[in-house]
């Protein structure tokens, strides 16, 4: 058995006993969800923020999707029941198994996506929205989703997603002369 396979039987098992918990925190990953959450809040705690930043982030979480979507298509693996039921192992799926491929973490690269976004325009809140981002991630192995390579390449295009649409939103922001972090 490789490292990955390992690495989510161990992760798995010690991660059940808090599936409750995981298989809230999974819906931090949907896009829907995270934008039901923080617009209200940008738009509550800074209209101008929202403003000039809110359909930056969502674009930029929509374009980090693309290569995940790529890459389940070419990578095309097996989600761990599917894979371990071949090999004679049982893994219990909170909520069903997904149809399509395992490989990367869609829901892991949308919460880095958001939260490496939201960390570069928000600093005081990175270790909050990183350590968010890290227990969705954390979620989709609990719940017998994803391999922890699917949840580290995922977590990586969602920094990179994350980090370039905010610089790319304030390099906008600075030629049309808007304050950047306001």
Not at 36 to 57: D, K
Not at 97 to 117: L, Y
């Amino acid at each position: 058995m490789n490292f990955d396979e390992q690495a989510f039987l161990a992760l798995h098992r010690l991660l059940a006993p808090a599936t409750p918990l995981f298989a809230a925190v999974t819906w931090l990953g949907n896009g829907w969800v995270q934008a039901a959450l923080v617009a209200p809040l940008m738009f509550f705690f800074s209209r101008n923020r929202f403003r000039t930043h809110f359909a930056a982030l969502v674009l930029s979480c929509a374009v980090s999707a693309l290569p995940v979507s790529l890459l389940k298509i070419a990578v095309d693996r097996a989600r761990p029941p599917s894979h371990f039921r071949e090999q004679g192992v049982t893994i219990h799926v909170s909520g069903g198994e997904p149809g399509d491929a395992s490989f990367p973490s869609g829901h892991t690269q949308t919460a880095f996506a958001t939260a490496t976004f939201l960390a570069l325009l928000y600093p005081p809140l990175s270790v909050p929205l990183m350590s968010a981002a890290l227990l969705t991630g954390l979620s989709r192995i609990a719940l017998g989703v994803h391999f922890p390579a699917d949840v580290l390449v995922g977590a990586m295009i969602g920094m990179a997603g994350g980090a370039a649409g905010f610089l790319v939103n304030r390099r906008r922001l600075i030629r049309q002369g808007t304050a950047a972090g306001s």
